[in-house]
């Protein structure tokens, strides 16, 4: 029968073939064991010397790490390994032997690894973070989708920037200038008036010249958007939805969390509700923690963001930012002008903000005059003003990172592991 590593418990002592791949081996003279990997998991397969031939024994002996085979065996039961089964190996069919496989289980430097992304993929750790990134992904549509969110996308060619026009990427469009697309807010405000609760995923690029390990130049975003909805309501769909995010992860990713050697304790009290504190709260908290420098009006760099984090055992909403500190289309705190309705998610244990949200101005007026103090060109905008004259309504809305998310929920160093290929500073290979 073939079959997968993945779904193996149905077929404890039957035999079974599997595609797989050398990940390690050991042996000694009597029997050897082959780290197998197939993609969907890995598995220990052994080899008796006295109990297959000569021949198999040989080739379990002297196959090379990466080799690619159909290895045939009996599943068994296995309690000591973290998947509960082993096989034990019948037979083996090489399908290519790999030489010289740069990647050794010796300990690599960074960069050498990042040189072999291509490759490094393989190895059991980033096996599981892609698992982690695929089941966040995958609770993401089930929340949005439970939820009575349309999924939207918005473009990556843009005429227009909502979040500043420092860190764009720019691109010819035919005769015109254009730009990968930083955020598909904007767009999805638009959406939101036609569908109500919408929520976008794609990829979003920022040319940004910070090198810190919470910077990608590539990334990818979930931004929800929904019409008829403060920020105080928003503010429940953020906490609902990272609680469910982690708790996803808790559930369905056992396995993973272990090869990462994951603190799930820490992860188990991210539960809505989450604390909230505001932004002018957080410079006093600061200053009480030793933060003399810190001054009403600046923006907190991430040693602040990690400092607040530490007060909290959840992730802690920042809100009310100086509204000079914030985008244009932010609405103002009805009771202070020098605010706006907005807030920061941060993570705890160091990671950082994880999502960013307001509520949008929509009132005509207002928006036209933030458009011109901000120096936006009105053409490209023209159609994004529309949107607060005709029917304009309150509506609030948020972009989770993706790959912070995912650093933070595996315990991961960096966000560079935390996507397939990442785009870096000086990365653009594999
Ligand atoms: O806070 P940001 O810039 O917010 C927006 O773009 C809004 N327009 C979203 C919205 O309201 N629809 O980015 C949102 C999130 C951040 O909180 C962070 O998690 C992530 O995107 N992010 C990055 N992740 C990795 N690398 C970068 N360079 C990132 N910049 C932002
Ligand atoms: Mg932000």
Known sequence: MK???????????????????????????????????????????????????EEVFQKAKSITQESSLYVTGMIKVDERSPLGYELLVTNMEVIHEAVDYPITPKNHGTEFLMDNRHLWLRSKRQHAVMK????????????????????????????????????????????????????????????????????????????????????????????????????????????????????SVLKNCKLELGVLGRDTSKLEQVQAPFPRITYDDAIKLLHEKGFDDIQWGDDFGAPHETAIAESFDKPVFIIHYPTALKPFYMQPHPEREDVVLCADLIAPEGYGEIIGGSERIHDYELMKQRMEEHDLDPAAYDWYLQLSKY??????????????TIAWISGIEHVREAIPFPRLLNRLYP
């Open 132 to 247: 982690i990134r695929n089941e966040v992904i995958r609770a993401t549509y089930e929340y949005y989708n439970q939820n009575g969110f349309t999924k939207v996308d918005p473009p990556i060619l843009t005429g227009s920037a909502p979040e500043g026009t420092t860190e764009l990427f720019n691109t010819k469009y035919f005769d015109e200038d254009a730009y990968l697309s930083q955020s598909g807010q904007l767009y999805m405000e638009a959406a939101a008036m036609a569908l109500g609760k919408v929520f976008s995923f794609g990829p979003t690029f920022r040319a940004e010249k910070s090198k810190t390990r919470r910077h990608l130049i590539e990334f990818w975003m979930i931004e929800p958007e929904m019409a008829f909805y403060t920020h105080e309501e928003s503010l429940k769909v953020q906490e609902e939805y990272v609680s469910y995010l982690v708790q």
């Open 391 to 404: 029917g304009s309504v309150p509506h609030s809305g948020f972009g989770l990172g993706l790959e912070r």
């Open 3 to 53: 079959t997968t590593i993945a779904e193996v418990h149905k077929y404890v002592d039957q035999e079974v073939t599997i595609g797989a791949w050398i990940a390690n081996k050991r042996s000694s003279g009597k029997i050897a064991f082959l780290q197998l990997r197939d993609g969907t998991g890995f598995i220990q397969g052994v080899v008796v010397k006295a109990e297959v031939n």
